[in-house]
């Protein structure tokens, strides 16, 4: 039960370790890589979806499913909040979801309830009841009528961790054991870009996708919230947090090296919650210069073939910066990202 996140990472670097040994039949391992990348099977659309996600404990009797969604979907559950990036309705669909897991007594699900349903909101907090000693809690999602156009993730304030939800009900640990006793809150978050963003207490919360680089090497981001001193540095899982942003419209931008930055406007409200689905921000602008075009190329070319082990790339150019999904080497990958952020120019500050 609760196959280790670790697990899987561990996987995924041996896959890269491989794919590094067949660099010779590298346009077959980019098809292969396509093929998995393919979302599953979806049957919702954009207004009408739901996510069932199911937390337990290593008692699979102890279940406690909720629904999130949008529409005639989940009619008989609870409606949500809207989407980031949609307007806020203030109707009675958008409704704060509260849901208590009970993990070292019999029963997992304590009660389901629909909190005050006149606060909108756009993320969705799950309050986890956790005793002190307890056991690992984990979630599974049930996808089969999700909308494939948004990601979805659970964000775990506590510690600083987004977690993603696989679509294949394989369960991932929301806490682990040993967890410090007590109502933990974690939030459902739900857009049209990998990368998002919301505020809820007026506290910004957020993950940010770099395309082509995996959990694990997104650290260092910068998101910033223009027109304020605010900011905030992504940790490894591309997961931040600033506090006090209270009511107003704001600019949120994220950079890092060697990226064409993204921004995303957050307007929020007088309740201290809004959502902003970001364009992710795409890695290609080898040299910083704001625009990413023939001479980010070169670069790339420069140290194309070239992993750690394998030499430098001359005088002008580092492999770290050249290694645009990080995975080490410089090899078609990095050109096939290159080519997303190809002729884009950052927003200027
Ligand atoms: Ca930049
Ligand atoms: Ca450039
Ligand atoms: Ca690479």
């Not at 590298?26 to 979302?39: E, G, R, T, W």
């Not at 290593?58 to 279940?63: E, G, V």
């Not at 030499?311 to 410089?330: A, H, I, P, R």
Request: aromatic share 6%; with cysteine; hydrophobic share 40%.
């Amino acid at each position: 039960m609760g196959k280790p996140r670790q697990l899987v990472q561990k996987n995924l670097h041996g896959w890269c370790t491989m794919k590094r040994l067949l660099a010779i039949a590298v346009p077959a391992f980019l098809l292969l890589a396509m093929a998995c990348a393919q979302p599953a099977e979806s049957a919702g659309t954009q207004d009408n979806w739901s996510v069932k996600l199911t937390f337990f404990t290593q008692n699979s009797t102890d279940l406690l499913p909720i629904t999130i969604g949008e529409g005639a979907s989940t009619k008989e559950t609870m409606k949500p909040p809207p989407m980031p990036g949609k307007a806020v309705t203030s109707n009675a669909d958008d409704a704060i979801v509260n849901a208590y897991v009970k993990v070292a007594g019999k029963k997992a699900a304590e009660s389901v309830a629909q909190a005050d349903t006149s606060l909108p909101g756009r993320v969705w907090p799950i309050e986890i009841n956790v005793e002190e000693g307890a056991a690992a809690v984990y979630v599974s999602g049930d996808f089969s009528n999700y909308y494939g156009g948004y990601t979805y993730y659970l964000m775990d304030l506590e510690n600083g961790k987004r977690i993603e939800i696989p679509k294949n009900n394989t369960p991932v640990a929301v806490f682990t054991s040993g967890a410090n006793g007590g109502v933990k809150t974690v939030y459902v978050m739900a857009g049209s870009s990998e990368s998002m963003a919301a505020t809820a207490d007026n506290k910004l919360m957020g993950g940010i996708k770099v395309p082509g680089r995996s959990s694990g090497k997104l650290g260092n981001l910068a998101v910033t919230v223009n027109g304020t001193a605010k900011s905030a540095t992504t940790n490894d899982d591309g997961f931040f947090t600033i506090d006090g942003v209270g009511p107003g419209t704001y600019t949120i931008r994220v950079d890092g090296p060697n990226l064409i930055a993204s921004e995303g406007t957050l307007t929020v409200g007088a309740d201290g919650s809004a959502s902003v689905a970001l364009e992710d921000p795409l890695a290609g602008d080898i040299n910083d210069n704001a625009v990413c075009d023939i001479t980010d190329f070169v670069l790339l070319k420069k140290c194309f073939g070239k992993d750690s082990e394998g030499g430098d790339c001359g005088q002008v150019v580092t492999l770290d910066s050249s290694d645009l999904n990080k995975d080490g080497v410089v090899d078609i990958s990095d050109f096939v990202l290159m080519k997303k952020a190809f002729g884009k120019a950052e927003p200027g500050l």
